[in-house]
Structures are given as structure tokens and as C-alpha cells.
């Protein structure tokens, strides 16, 4: 029971540097999100997937682009690094609303990412 | 738009007083609301929902939380705070519009022994 795993962990980049962040579910889960967090600024959601083939911008998806590669994975990448985006960025995904009503987020563990 | 204030970014109480964290939502529409916890170095996780089945929601680890319409208000509570309880803690809304949550900037609690 994997739930929602990141990778990775940690990454260090340089700035310009690309990267992308990895995301993926096992929980059969139809909708797919990308957060980043940042100190006292809560989380701010950058993309997500309602559905498999799906995708739209949330409230910070300036410099980020995804993919949502199958219904198990939904990436993140940044094209060209900056310090702004240095932050701790988190995956979740939802239960079907249609079952239970309400949205209930899994969250993966978290990637920290810094940009020199 | 949906959004959510969290007044206080920290709060402090000793071991076995009450926790009490704010939280004040604007929603157009019946909202559904959360309360999310974040232990250090690890991802969210839930603590409790409303889903207009009942205003007085309780949660996991003791904690409750109390939908108050008239005051656009879900406070999260525990009566007697320990230890373990030292996090941060989100609070979220969404509207039934099958829209993306949208999360406070979060309260952390320290828990002074």
C-alpha cells in the first residue's frame, strides 16, 4: 500500500537547469495534483489532472509544465530552473468524488528542491 | 473564489491545555471543508472533513471541529493538547463544484511541556 510516492527526495539544480519530478499512485485515483509549499505561504497549487489526458493550470503554474503520462503518473517539470522556485513540491491525488462526495486528498511525501 | 484565512500562523499552548486553531472560509456555494496535518519532514495528512452531514465533525487524535455557518467559521479543537501534537496544521475548502482544494497558509502548534 505505496499510496503516493515522489522522486525524488532531494535535488539540488543550478539555474537554467532542467529537471522533472516524478509522481505516481496506486490507489486507482482519477484526479491528480502538483502543491508547492512554501513558509507562510501554505500550499499553492501549480497544475492538476482531473482525468487521464487532462490537464490545467491551478494558481502558480508560471515556469512548470506536466504530463500526465497514464492514469498511475503525473509529472512535473521545470524547464529552465529558477531561485523562485526553490520550495518543497507535493503530489496528491483523489478519491473518485463521485463515490464519496467529498475531496479527499493522499499526499505524497514531498520533494525539496533548490535552486542555486 | 473559494479561500481560507487561518488567523494566527503560530500558536503556542502548554501540554494538556486546550488547542484551539481558526479558521474562516468564503465560499458561494455549501462548502466542503478540511483539516489537514503536517508532522516535520513528512506530507499531509487528513485529520478530519465536513461534508454537511453533521456541524460537529470529529477527527483523528482527538481533535474536532465545528461548522458554524452564521460565522463562515470551522475552528479546529482538542480538549487537552500533548506532546505529539506538535505540528502544522492546514485548514481547506473546496466548493461542490468539482474544483481543486484550496489551503490556508497553516497554523503551527507548539506544545510547550
Known amino acids: 500500500n505505496a499510496g503516493v510516492t515522489q522522486t525524488p527526495k532531494f535535488q539540488v539544480l543550478k539555474t537554467g537547469q532542467s529537471m522533472t519530478l516524478q509522481c505516481a499512485q496506486d490507489?486507482?485515483?482519477?484526479?491528480m495534483y502538483w502543491y508547492r509549499q512554501d513558509p507562510g505561504m501554505g500550499l499553492r497549487l501549480i497544475y492538476y489532472?482531473?482525468?487521464?489526458?487532462?490537464?490545467d493550470k491551478g494558481e502558480v503554474p508560471n515556469g512548470y509544465n506536466v504530463s500526465r503520462l497514464n492514469k498511475r503518473e503525473f509529472s512535473l517539470r521545470l524547464e529552465s530552473a529558477a531561485p523562485s522556485q526553490t520550495s518543497v513540491y507535493f503530489c496528491?491525488?483523489?478519491?473518485?468524488?463521485?463515490?464519496?462526495?467529498?475531496?479527499?486528498?493522499?499526499f505524497g511525501a514531498g520533494s525539496r528542491l533548490t535552486v542555486l | 473564489a473559494q479561500s481560507v484565512t487561518q488567523l494566527g500562523s503560530h500558536v503556542s499552548v502548554s501540554e494538556g491545555a486546550l488547542v484551539l486553531l481558526r479558521c474562516n472560509y468564503s465560499s458561494s456555494v455549501p462548502p466542503y471543508l478540511f483539516w489537514y496535518v503536517q508532522y516535520p519532514n513528512q506530507g499531509l495528512q487528513l485529520l478530519l472533513k465536513?461534508?454537511?452531514?453533521?456541524?460537529l465533525v470529529k477527527g483523528i487524535n482527538g481533535f474536532e471541529a465545528e461548522f458554524k455557518k452564521s460565522e463562515t467559521s470551522f475552528h479546529l479543537t482538542k480538549p487537552s493538547a500533548h506532546m505529539s501534537d506538535a505540528a502544522e496544521y492546514f485548514c481547506?475548502?473546496?466548493?461542490?463544484?468539482?474544483?481543486?482544494?484550496?489551503f490556508g497558509k497553516g497554523t503551527r502548534l507548539s506544545v510547550i511541556a
Open positions: 490507489m486507482n485515483h482519477n484526479s
Open positions: 481547506a475548502v473546496s466548493d461542490a463544484r468539482n474544483t481543486p482544494l484550496v
Open positions: 489532472s482531473a482525468s487521464e489526458g487532462t490537464t
Open positions: 496528491a491525488s483523489l478519491e473518485d468524488r463521485t463515490l464519496s462526495g467529498a475531496n479527499v486528498l493522499t
Open positions: 465536513y461534508t454537511s452531514a453533521a456541524t
